[in-house]
């Protein structure tokens, strides 16, 4: 079972398109991460929000938390294909354990 | 620094066989995780090290176990191997592990299980 569902699964954008992918749960996180995976190499953490409502930008990519942390969102701004890769969000349960969702896969084409 | 070390990368194995898979973490981390990664599935989370006491444990059969020694590393095991068990899997290191929720993962770059 997915607790956490990521949308949409593939996005394939022109170079300078902006994007949004989606994290949503019915469970209540402690905290959620965005990671983003290339071909032959592992996830790469690159935000953690803690705090419900928070926003935190990253140059180009822009994160969001659910006020009621049960959701988050990640856009990027005038996509490049250095963009392209799996991202995957990660929710805290309140045991510590991690829970992925199974990942939007980016493509940026030139 | 150098980075979690997984061997080997690829492996190819028959139904019924079994596999060891090993995973050396960051130097100084004491957490190691995890994770069977399948299209379509995600990451789904196998089990937790820390300081060689297996501390979480995901839903899979008891056909999957793993161990930490004293120096951290880790290692995994998954017997009588299935057609299903075919995967990448990943594993992550962590200074403090998981129970402090805004650690973050480091991850390997994955050891890829093919059963035929």
């Known amino acids: 079972t997915q607790l956490l569902e990521q949308s949409p699964q593939f996005l394939s954008i022109q170079e300078g398109e902006n994007l949004t992918v989606y994290c949503n749960s019915s469970?209540?996180?402690?905290?959620l991460q965005w990671y983003r995976q290339e071909p032959g190499e592992g996830p790469v953490l690159l935000v953690t929000v803690v705090t419900g409502g928070e926003v935190k930008k990253l140059k180009r990519l822009t994160f969001q938390f659910g006020d009621a942390r049960k959701d988050s969102s990640l856009h990027i701004t005038a996509a490049q294909p250095g963009d392209t890769g799996l991202y995957l969000c990660a929710g805290t349960d309140s045991w510590g354990k991690f829970q992925f969702g199974a990942g939007t896969q980016v493509v940026v084409t030139p | 620094k150098a980075g979690v070390t997984q061997t080997p990368r690829y492996l190819i194995k028959t139904r019924g066989q079994q596999v060891t898979l090993s995973c050396s973490p960051i130097s100084g981390h004491r957490s190691v995780s995890w994770y069977q990664q399948t299209p379509g599935q995600g990451l789904q989370f196998l089990f937790e090290y820390f300081s060689e006491t297996q501390r979480n444990k995901g839903n899979f059969p008891g056909r999957f176990s793993g161990r930490q020694f004293s120096n951290s590393r880790s290692e995994m095991n998954v017997s009588t191997l299935e057609l299903g068990d075919s995967a990448l899997y990943l594993c992550a290191s962590s200074l403090y592990g998981t129970g402090m929720n805004t650690g973050e993962l480091f991850f390997g770059e994955g050891s890829r299980l093919t059963v035929l």
């Open positions: 469970s209540v996180f402690s905290s």
